[in-house]
């Protein structure tokens, strides 16, 4: 079965500090792995997308690791900002055309 | 970049009523368009992928007659939640795929509170 799994669900942090999160997934075969960062009552916004070849990408604060082997992802944010605060969501796009998984979402909170 | 956009983005509706949201691609044709659905706490649950000139289609478990979808153009396609319950009270998002390479850009939602 695909699945995408997200660690932590949430998680609380200092306001300055770094944080990592973890994607776990069992799609396979896959076309490519996005992390999306959304803001509550808000869409999803795209922060970065890794093919099967792409080990790490980075946007700014935001770099994800991909481990096509272990079919694992990661997402480090650098020096968090209170604006940081919120749902961090992996996607995989799995197989059948269009079709994308998504994990449950890391719920991020930076505090002052 | 792309832009997606979702009108309106909020509405407050009596129970029984239909409710049309739209879904614009600003800068790009889209012949996918896909609209989730999504509850407090929760990811986003995919109801029903519209292509443009065809029928949608939906998810298992979404009642294709209460959740009309239209693709009538490259860049509109419209939700329209026909006779509204509060259940049915939740976020709604689009999202519109812009090929070469493909990439999936996500409205801003739209929040449906049924009375």
């Known amino acids: 079965k695909n699945q995408v799994e997200q660690s932590p669900q949430s998680l609380i942090i200092l306001e300055g500090k770094n944080c990592t999160l973890q994607?776990?997934?069992?799609?396979?075969?896959?076309?490519?792995l996005r992390w999306y960062k959304q803001d509550t009552g808000r869409g999803p916004v795209s922060l970065t997308i890794m093919t099967f070849s792409e080990n790490t990408k980075s946007n700014g604060r935001y770099t994800a690791t991909l481990d096509a082997d272990t079919k694992q992802s990661s997402l480090h944010i650098t020096a968090s900002q209170l604006s940081d605060s919120a749902s961090y969501i992996c996607v995989v796009r799995g197989p059948g055309g269009f079709k994308t998984i998504f994990g449950a979402g890391t719920r991020l909170f930076v505090k002052a | 970049g792309a832009v997606v956009s979702q009108h309106p983005s909020w509405v407050i509706c009596k129970s029984g009523t239909s409710v049309k949201i739209e879904c614009r691609s600003l800068d790009f044709q889209a012949t996918t368009m896909f609209w989730y659905r999504q509850f407090p706490k929760q990811s986003l649950m995919l109801m029903a992928t519209?292509?443009?000139?065809?029928?949608?289609?939906?998810e298992q478990g979404v009642e294709k007659d209460k959740f009309l979808i239209n693709h009538a153009s490259l860049t509109l396609s419209t939700l329209t939640v026909t006779s509204a319950h509060p259940e049915d009270s939740s976020f709604y998002i689009c999202?519109?795929?812009?090929?070469?390479?493909?990439?999936?850009?996500f409205g801003p939602g739209t929040r449906l509170t049924v009375l």
């Open positions: 999202s519109a795929i812009r090929q070469g390479p493909d990439t999936q850009y």
């Open positions: 519209s292509n443009e000139g065809s029928k949608a289609t939906y």
């Open positions: 994607c776990n997934y069992t799609v396979s075969p896959f076309s490519n």
